[in-house]
């Protein structure tokens, strides 16, 4: 009982010590890979006093059979194949990779994208608020052959 006690104490200690260095105690991951198709040239963008990011949508397909799961592997080669496309928005901030991109990026090549997820908000045209999930790219894999220089 006693060593609950202490040890319950000293986590609120530590709590009450570390509310200002809190990200010193705690670490946190926000890592995304996607390996799919790019729906669209990209484009590079620059907002007044900012620097430039290239942005490309980029889609990734799960597919799946009706039925499956369920009475064993007979009944997987069954049924009607059903597929999802979801759509992500990619942006590259980073120099390098961001005009490497720009160039060489392609609609229907095949690459692999690493970066962290980003959620944010924005007004659109019709003065309605919206919000935007957007892959921030740290590092891109080209995976298909047909990757040629923009003309």
Do not use: C
């Not at 995304?32 to 949508?57: A, H």
């Not at 069954?78 to 990619?90: A, C, I, L, P, Y």
């Not at 997820?117 to 298909?144: C, H, M, P, W």
Request: hydrophobic share 35%; aromatic share 8%; glycine share 8%.
């Amino acid at each position: 009982m006693f060593r609950n006690a202490s040890a319950q104490m000293f986590r609120q200690v530590v709590r009450h010590v570390s509310t200002d260095q809190s990200l010193i105690l705690e670490r946190s991951i926000n890592r995304v890979q996607l390996l799919g198709r790019v729906g669209q040239d990209p484009v590079m963008r620059q907002v007044e006093g900012r620097n430039p990011v290239t942005i490309f949508s980029m889609a990734t397909n799960e597919m799946w059979r009706s039925g499956e799961g369920e009475g064993g592997s007979q009944s997987s080669q069954q049924g009607d194949v059903s597929q999802k496309t979801t759509w992500h928005r990619v942006s590259i901030f980073k120099p390098g990779l961001r005009d490497i991109a720009y160039q060489y990026v392609k609609k229907g090549a095949r690459i692999l994208v690493e970066g962290k997820l980003d959620y944010g908000e924005y007004v659109d045209k019709n003065q309605v608020r919206r919000q935007a999930t957007t892959i921030i790219a740290d590092n891109i894999v080209f995976l298909s052959d047909n990757v040629r220089e923009r003309q």
